[in-house]
């Protein structure tokens, strides 16, 4: 079954070092998403990304995060200098053309110190 | 932001009874909604939706109920296996307004199904 990748598992970094999070979303998928979960909290909306740019962010989503679909398959996501405050776990998702449902990667535990 | 609720964090139901988990949302704009699965260091996994246009979705042992009116749906598993246990989260998007939105998601409820 088609599954959404997600790159590293866990990725530890100093504040203020930059951080790029790779995602392979599923082959014919149309749109990507991210979202991310501080423990204990729940998870919580990002960035969507369709037609090769931003469709939607929240406020969480300010000028150190930016988001790329470089070559047709990976999707990252590039914090630029990381805050402690950024320390969550961060889920990968994409939707078909109907984009109805999100199917989600298995998370990438960010942590800094 | 608190569009969708999900006000027990916890259940704890014995195998083969009905476990029954409970979600509200404020937004009128919302049309589809969904229910993941999440067990912990995993990501969420799609288990089943309902678009407003219906009351009722089943595939097999679940079921979703949504009472518009109400701005209230609920997931019933019968029966409840101790597989069963993990988070539980509701999420809606507007999706004819907006389709490929975003998701919003609940708190999450944690279900445990006690053998």
């Known amino acids: 079954e088609p599954e959404v990748t997600q790159t590293p598992s866990h990725q530890v970094t100093q504040m203020g070092q930059e951080v790029i999070l790779r995602c392979v979303p599923i082959?014919?998928?149309?749109?990507f998403y991210w979202y991310r979960q501080i423990l204990g909290q729940k998870v919580e909306f990002l960035v969507s990304?369709?037609?090769?740019?931003?469709?939607?962010k929240s406020e969480i989503f300010d000028d150190q995060f930016s988001v790329e679909r470089p070559d047709g398959s990976n999707f990252t996501l590039k914090i630029r200098s990381t805050k402690l405050e950024d320390s969550a776990m961060y889920f990968c998702?994409?939707?078909?053309?109907?984009?109805?449902?999100?199917?989600f990667g298995s998370g990438t535990q960010l942590s800094v110190l | 932001d608190q569009q969708v609720k999900q006000n027990s964090p916890s259940l704890s139901v014995q195998e083969g009874r009905i476990s029954i988990l409970n979600c509200d949302y404020t937004?009128?704009?919302?049309?589809?909604f969904l229910w993941y699965k999440k067990y912990p260091a995993e990501g969420p996994t799609f288990l089943i939706s309902?678009?407003?246009?219906?009351d009722k979705n089943e595939d097999g042992r679940f079921t979703v109920f949504l009472n518009k009116s109400a701005k209230h749906l609920s997931l019933h598993i019968v029966p409840s296996q101790p597989g069963d246990s993990a988070v539980y989260f509701c999420?809606?998007?507007?999706?004819?307004?907006?389709?490929?939105?975003?998701?919003?998601f609940g708190q999450g409820t944690e279900l445990s199904v006690k053998p």
């Open positions: 998702a994409s939707a078909d053309s109907t984009g109805e449902k999100l199917f």
């Open positions: 082959s014919n998928h149309l749109y």
């Open positions: 990304f369709y037609n090769n740019e931003i469709s939607e």
């Open positions: 937004n009128s704009m919302f049309d589809y």
């Open positions: 309902i678009s407003s246009i219906k």
């Open positions: 999420a809606a998007s507007a999706w004819y307004y907006n389709q490929g939105g975003k998701l919003i």
